[in-house]
């Protein structure tokens, strides 16, 4: 990745009557940046910012936020515009190439993803080694972990072919491994990818056809879970997509680095916010009710919050969640469900809080999560499946945070300072004389 920070003047930080310079660069877009490498070599003292809140870590070209706004770009393009017009792999192709591609790159590259679908038959016996109750991200974090144990031709990050064959094999197999983690856990079996679907078809086809029957994918359903995966694809430095930069930083094997990001998604901080959403939707349970719970929300001595609500960048509505929430729209129009109680409670609490002063002065809109829960659903899946989808859709926006890490010349390995409050330096006691 070619560098292109500009300078933009310097800031003084005064410490102990001495004053250091620390220069300031600009991006395309966004707030500078005061670069602090030199701080420690100037002063012998660190920054500490626990949880980033205010701490740049890196670099990057793919993905814009302006939380204030209400902004999401990736590599530029609205994330409105790409959920209306685009194809998830043509956001695949987007995210990892920098550019929207031709069509006939786009056909070059849907061929090459459609034909990395299937899994080494040794992994498919994998799964029978998981208990039939585990939860289908545990077998996720596993399986994609193994990646690496069979497909070390594809595991130096030196080599440029390699990388790329890597790319394209997490894009094309998280699908199948993703399906094979929910038909495993339903006692139903493994229904192989084809090459005549498209990638959400075909995901559709892998999670819900049986042998026993035809199985015809609604194209309705197939577009919302692309426009679904479109969604979910990058979220700039979040943390998972921080933790797959600081495991990759030290030059691990991006299927190892990819399982370390599902982890981290896992919790539900992060990836399992929708899952909670619905469940809340569903206790509240009647347009009545509402009142009750959004007093509860406003309660300081109660600790339920309205899930689904609020977001640690965004001020502003989450353009997300105005795309999930025609998408939901359309998937329970098509599956005539419109009169589906949880949508009415969902719609109803929407209004009600976007009027309310507490949510108001707070700046809590509801985010992507508000609507997922519902649309996921309705679409058939499992609570314990949505993470996994969200893990399925973030593993380009992973790999390609992975690429532009690995190809930039100023990487080194990620090593935070702390600031140490433990016991000073002490003699050992001997066991006998404690
Ligand atoms: N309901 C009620 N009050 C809220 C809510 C909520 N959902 N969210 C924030 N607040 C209040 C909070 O009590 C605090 O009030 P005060 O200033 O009086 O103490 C104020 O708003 C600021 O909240 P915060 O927790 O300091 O803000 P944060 O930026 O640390 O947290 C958040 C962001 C997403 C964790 C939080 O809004 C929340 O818990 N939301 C519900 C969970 C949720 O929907 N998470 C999904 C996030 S989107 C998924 C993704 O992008 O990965």
Known sequence: MENKTKPNGSANLSIGGKTVELPVYSGTVGPNVIDVKSLYAQTGMFTLDP????????????TYIDGDEGVLLYRGYPIDQLADNSSFLEVCYLLTHGELPSSEALADYTYTITHHTMLHTQLDRFFDGYRRDAHPMAVMVGTVGALSAFYHDSTDINDPIQRMIATHRLIAKMPTIAARAHKYSTGQPFVSPRNDLSYSENFLRMCFAVPAEEYEVNP?????????????ADHEQNASTSTVRLAGSSGANPFACIAAGIACLWGPSHGGANEAALNMLREIGSVDRIPEFVRRAKDKDDPFRLMGFGHRVYKNYDPRAKVMQETCHEVLDVLDKRDEPLLQVAMELERIALEDEYFVSKKLYPNIDFYSGITLN?????????TVLFAL????????????MTTDPTQRIGRPRQIYTGAAQRDYVPLSQR
């Open 378 to 386: 309705a679409l058939g899946f499992p609570t314990e499946m949505y």
């Open 51 to 62: 949880g980033f809140t205010s701490t740049a870590s890196c670099e990057s070209q793919i």
């Open 393 to 404: 859709a973030r593993t380009v926006g992973w790999i390609a945070q992975w690429e532009e």
């Open 220 to 232: 309705v359903l197939a577009k919302a879970m692309d426009k679904i995966f479109i969604l979910h």
